[in-house]
């Protein structure tokens, strides 16, 4: 058996740690050597959380290296687009429809009207990417544990792995509380048997320009581009890359350092994604003109 590797991925509170800890267990159940890694100190912010899960019959390193994952699991939408650059030629994401807007990325998430990026299925060679996404959190809901949307990817993950269930059934009730396990293994049949749904496709990022008062209404002449102006605060941007990643017009990158920076400022549309995802209020999105926060 070759080396596997398997990222999963989600916010803080989603329970990627507990489902990186019953794949490892799986994984040591079949005798085979497993490393893990996994950053969690994201989880009281509502931030990022990963775990890498490596096995196979000898593993030297945890990390599962960019481009090279078999497997990204995503407990949430905007962590399956940020993390799709780890994954192989022909590997497979399984997604949550879930869309999780950070606690601090901005001052009422019940005003948060934009919409989420489609995920990216690309091709590279012969190789090409797939992607399932899954309603986990309703299947979940449904075998009667609502916060149970991990094990159900898990259900989904280990149709596409060559363990017995019978490994699965046993690393979940070992590891979970007693009170939940059965509405856990509940959750991971349905995970096993869930059709995915039709996955957003988008092949490439089109430039349109900035958007024009009157485009989006046919009966309207189109007017003077409006234009934004997006304000960084170096010291406050740790390089997270959502804001890069999200930008619906591709306009940031990070430099050398990690800061973000804009590159293409005439193709803002003034969407406000960056500002309203940056975790750390490092971005701002304004009008040409209008006054800059102090």
Request: net charge neutral.
């Amino acid at each position: 058996m070759s080396t596997g590797s398997i990222l999963l991925v989600g916010v803080g509170g989603q329970g990627v740690l507990l489902a990186g800890d019953v794949l490892a267990a799986v994984c040591l159940s079949a005798g085979l050597d497993v490393k893990k890694s996994e950053v969690h100190g994201m989880a009281q912010r509502g931030g990022i959380v990963f775990s890498h899960v490596r096995f196979g019959p000898s593993v030297h390193s945890p990390l599962v290296e960019e481009g090279q994952a078999d497997a990204i699991v995503a407990l949430e939408w905007a962590e399956a687009v940020r993390w799709q650059a780890f994954l192989r030629p022909g590997g497979t994401i399984i997604a949550d429809a879930a869309q999780i807007v950070p606690p601090a990325a901005c001052a009422d998430r019940r005003t948060w009207t934009s919409s989420y990026p489609p995920l990216e299925v690309r091709s590279d060679g012969d190789g090409r990417h797939t992607t399932h996404v899954i309603e986990a959190r309703a299947l979940a809901k449904a075998a009667g544990v609502a916060r149970a949307a991990n094990v159900v990817l898990l259900g989904a993950l280990s149709t596409r792995l060559d363990f017995p269930s019978a490994a699965w059934e046993e690393a979940i009730r070992r590891l979970l509380p007693a009170r939940v396990v059965e509405g856990n293994l509940r959750a991971f049949a349905a995970g096993q048997c869930a059709e995915p749904l039709a996955a957003p496709i988008r092949d490439s990022l089109v430039h349109t320009g900035p958007v024009r008062v009157g485009d989006r209404d046919p009966g309207r002449a189109p007017a003077r581009a409006r234009r934004f102006a997006v304000l960084v605060i170096d010291a406050w941007c740790k390089g997270c890359d959502i804001c890069v990643r999200l930008c619906p017009e591709d306009c940031l990158r990070l430099d050398a350092q990690g800061i973000v920076r804009v590159v293409a400022p005439d193709r803002c549309t003034g969407c406000r994604l960056c500002e309203l995802l940056c975790p750390d209020f490092a971005i701002a999105v304004r009008p040409e003109g209008a006054a800059t926060r102090g």
